[in-house]
């Protein structure tokens, strides 16, 4: 259920309305939007009787009949931006005008190769880090990651170029460390059903990055974002990374067509991850391109200083120089659109050279 408030309502009518649904055993959820405050119900099982209508703000009550009722648009209208501090004072976001480009290896291997990665990223202009400290692999015998040493790398990156760090908790303790040590929680495809992990990352205070399932449905990723969102988190990013089809010239099959559906039916910014979505180096720039031109609020990308040698992901990981050129197309293709990405920061401008493979 929905309680949509007047324009003119006042705070405290906001909070009486949410009192009394408290004094029902049920939860509020207050979403301020840009006209008006809307405050989401959940704890109920269909319709309750409770007397809001003829509370002072409230203009109606209405039945939310979609299966997800938080991350959806019948309760805010107008986009959700999750919100960050910049290093040199202002506030990033994503989901606004800015597209947001995340960028770096699949997993912290060592210092110097997260240094590496980070100094080369940040030189093209990108704002957010990615590297997994826990990595959830196909195989035990597969690198599994540092865990909180690579954490503490990764804050340390954070320092030194003021990056915003996101990095993968694959269950409630590596949650714990990662919302202290990041500042975007990433919930993989692997766990996208995973619901204690999505409740407990729904009580944590840092935004939630929610990649979809390696065979969801639409309903079952909106539904999982609803799953954190229903325990007080509100700040999600979805992320599509391609999904199992039968094709096998690529890793998975990037489902560009869900970003437009996702806009349509929830409020929440939408990225896509052409590295997993294709799995080979040679897709990820075509599919990068793509993925902004549809309308993705910014992108998930794997870069390695030496993909050879990655201990994870090598061959869909981008070279340093082919980003650094992927990031100038996507200004372009940007531009189009009236969004932007971030100039290739001021000190480390350098000549562009062609690169020779
Ligand atoms: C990753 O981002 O490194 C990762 C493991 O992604 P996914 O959960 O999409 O497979
Ligand atoms: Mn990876």
Redo the contacts with the bound molecule.
Sequence with gaps: MLVVMQAQATEEQVRAVCKKIEAHGLRPHSIPGAQRTAIGITGNQGLVEIGLEEMPGVQEVIQVSKPYKLVSRDVKQDNTVIRFSAPKGGEIGIGGTELAIIAGP?SVESREQAFAIAECVHRAGVRFFRA?AYK?RTSPYSFQGLGLEGLQILAEIRERYGLKIVT?AIDHESLDLVEEHADVI?I???NMQNFSLLKRAGRAKKPVLL?RGIAATLEEFLMAAEYVMSEGNYNIILCE?GVRTFVDHSRNTLDLSVVPAVQRLSHLPIIV?PS?GTGQRTKVTPLSRAAIAVGADGLIVEVHNDPDRALS?GPQSLYPDQFEELMSELRQIASVLHRSIPPQSAQSQRPQTAAVR
């Design positions: 699949c997994g959830p993968e990433q993989g495809a692997r990649k990374r991850d997993h992901d």
